[in-house]
């Protein structure tokens, strides 16, 4: 079965340093991962994606993630951290192959950007 | 903006209630997925729709129930509500099974 467990609840970093959000997923085929943010009062936003064609995936507002099977990881990060980067992030697997629109979700991180 | 439309934005039940959300899907996608958002955790799949047929459902109880209208709009449904059926739920539209969703920003129950 499929799943993705987000490693920390709450991530605080300083305005200007460096994101990193950590997502383990177990999948018994070669996953479709993403991430998600859900801004307050606000829906979800895919943020990126990645479905085997390149490891480290870039996406958007200056995120990316990096794919590595061995550790089974699909973490996320970003250089610089902005006052807009504050919201709910999701790591998120596909339930089944080749079937979108079927998401197992984490249970998410709250990222809070100190100015 | 996604194009995704929720109505009510806010709904207060009491238990026992039945209740009707609605979804406006993106122009174009022809599949509406839902889901159940409670406090403090990720979204959980309750059901997709394709084409006006159910396409898919997670662990929820048959008291969950959905339709998809010929327009591609859908309907959930919860009959006999429960105090834990108080969530934020979530529609997401997309074309095919096409893995990008596009989601609304949802309508937030309150069932006491």
């Known amino acids: 079965a499929q799943s993705v467990t987000q490693l920390d609840s709450h991530v605080s970093v300083s305005e200007g340093t460096p994101v990193l959000l950590r997502c383990n997923y177990s999948?018994?085929?070669?996953?479709?991962l993403f991430w998600y943010v859900q801004h307050p009062n606000k829906g979800l936003q895919l943020l990126l994606k990645?479905?085997?064609?390149?490891?480290l995936v870039k996406g958007i507002n200056g995120f990316e993630a990096e794919f590595k099977k061995s550790e089974t990881s699909f973490h996320l990060t970003k250089p610089s951290a902005h006052m807009s980067d504050a919201a709910e992030y999701f790591c998120?697997?596909?339930?089944?192959?080749?079937?979108?629109?079927?998401?197992?979700f984490g249970q998410g991180t709250e990222l809070s950007v100190k100015p | 903006e996604t194009g995704v439309t929720q109505s009510p934005t806010h709904l207060i039940k009491t238990r026992g209630q039945q209740v009707t959300l609605r979804c406006s899907s993106q122009?174009?996608?022809?599949?509406v997925s839902w889901y159940q958002q409670a406090l403090g955790q990720g979204p959980q799949f309750i059901f997709q729709?394709?084409?006006?047929?159910?396409?898919g459902r997670g662990n929820f109880p048959p008291r969950f129930s959905g339709l998809q209208f010929p327009n591609y709009s859908s309907e959930l449904n919860v009959n006999a509500l429960e105090l834990d059926d108080s969530a934020l739920y979530l529609c997401?539209?997309?074309?095919?099974?096409?893995?990008?969703?596009?989601f609304g920003s949802g309508t937030q129950l309150s069932v006491l």
């Open positions: 997401a539209s997309s074309l095919g099974t096409e893995e990008k969703l596009f």
């Open positions: 999948s018994s085929y070669s996953p479709s």
């Open positions: 990645y479905t085997s064609a390149a490891t």
């Open positions: 998120v697997v596909s339930a089944f192959y080749n079937q979108g629109g079927k998401l197992i």
């Open positions: 122009s174009g996608h022809n599949t």
């Open positions: 729709y394709y084409r006006e047929e159910e396409n």
